[in-house]
């Protein structure tokens, strides 16, 4: 029950977060605090399964740098454990003519942030890849992949605990504190001076703290008496599938051109391992944080999220936005109608109502989604003692290799591991 570090969060980026420093300091006692009875039940269980190349994120920001290493570290990763995945790649396609100059500042982006294999193709190219898709000019993305993140979150679990790391599940953690000295320590006062206790009542001892608890990350903040900003709003984005004998219209994956004025990236194609097809996602503002069905709710979650007033003025300078997000979630003929733009052939009568995930999406109090990976610890005896990953959005999953690197490096500087 003694931990040198104590690593909040089995999902994707604590466990490889974990795997990472176990790896670097392998004479230290790890271990993984999870509230579920499993790894990756969350997020990282809940996600496209895309591996994204770095395309759309600004140049010179976390997101553009990780994704980029992140990506290539996944596919090293995958080769090394035997881990399918498919390298099918992604076309953006813009179907509308005022779509064609931010497609083209989009391919400029991501060769600005070494993207590898980009470039700009017309109709005919489209068609050669995606026989099925209309398009007046698309960019090409040839090594975006597709993998199942739950499997690769699984093998970084075993990673850690084949290094000598402990995974405790069925642990949520709800109070951190500061343990009290006593006559019989020593005069360099406790080895292992921070109490974390569970729900249960049980408790574990540690000198430090990483957390990385995605949709809790904010609550876990307070409660380490670290700032509650940014805060978490929960998305909930639900997919539809094509029905498997229409499979075959979709060879790899199909993005619009994302619109700045909106906040979400809008409908796309999204092959997985398994042979299906996701459409979708839409997003909508979910009543409880792990609200995977169209009428979960939670008082607690909803009062948290419309009494913040960033929320708020998110809500209003998106209105438009959001009521045609929700009229979509509501009749599945909108949505088709928006998959229609690219695959005229698409009909309702091809799809069907797929599975749901939930975005931590972090807001600041001007309701502006934070849009970079935040890290940050605090001040006083445990904020001293913790580093949180505040916001790890898409694509974390993808660059969960290179996040855990920048981690570690952190890690070791304000812990002096």
Not at 18 to 40: D, N, Q, T, Y
Not at 209 to 216: E, P, R
Request: hydrophobic share 35%.
């Amino acid at each position: 029950s003694t931990f040198d570090v104590a690593v909040v969060g089995a999902g994707i980026v604590g466990l490889a977060s974990a795997r990472e420093l176990v790896r670097r300091h392998p004479s230290l006692a790890f271990a993984v605090l999870e509230k579920e009875k499993e790894p990756a039940h969350h997020q990282s269980g809940h996600n496209s399964g895309v591996i994204h190349s770095g395309i759309y994120y600004k140049p010179g920001s976390l997101k553009a740098k990780l994704c980029v290493q992140g990506a290539a570290l996944c596919y090293e990763y995958c080769d090394q454990k035997g881990i399918p995945y498919k390298q099918c790649g992604k076309l953006i396609v813009a179907v509308e003519q005022d779509e064609i100059p931010r497609l083209k500042a989009l391919y400029e982006r991501g060769l600005q942030n070494n993207v590898r294999g980009l470039k700009l193709i017309g109709p005919k190219e489209i068609q050669a890849k995606e026989p099925f898709c209309r398009g007046l000019m698309a960019l090409d993305s040839p090594y975006t992949g597709i993998v199942n993140y739950k499997q690769v979150a699984q093998s970084y679990a075993e990673d850690f605990q084949e290094a000598g790391g402990m995974i405790l599940t069925d642990f949520e953690v709800t109070n951190m504190e500061m343990a009290k000295e006593s006559s019989s320590e020593s005069e360099d006062g406790l080895k292992y001076p921070v109490i974390v206790r569970n729900s249960k009542g049980e408790e574990i001892y540690c000198r430090h703290i990483v957390t990385c608890a995605g949709l809790y990350s904010d609550r876990l903040s307070e409660i380490s008496g670290c700032s509650p900003e940014p805060r978490i709003v929960p998305f909930r984005g639900d997919y539809l599938v094509l029905k498997p004998e229409k499979c075959y219209m979709v060879k790899g994956n199909i993005y619009p051109v994302p619109n700045p004025r909106f906040p979400f990236l809008g409908f796309h194609f999204t092959p997985r391992m398994d042979g299906s097809v996701w459409l979708g996602p839409n997003a909508v503002l979910a009543f409880k944080r792990e609200g995977y069905k169209l009428f979960d709710f939670s008082t607690g979650d909803f009062l948290d999220a419309v009494m913040y007033s960033g929320l708020w003025k998110l809500v209003l300078r998106n209105l438009s936005y959001g009521l045609s997000e929700m009229y979509r979630a509501c009749f599945l003929s909108a949505q088709v109608k928006q998959l229609q733009r690219f695959i005229p052939e698409v009909t309702v009568n091809d799809v069907l109502r797929g599975p749901s995930g939930v975005r931590a999406q972090a807001l600041d109090s001007d309701g502006n989604l934070v849009d970079d990976f935040v890290f940050d610890g605090g001040s006083g005896d445990i904020g001293s003692r913790i580093l949180h990953v505040r916001n790890a959005p898409s694509p974390a999953a993808t660059s969960s290799l290179a996040i855990a690197e920048m981690i570690a490096d952190e890690v070791k500087r304000r812990f002096e591991l």
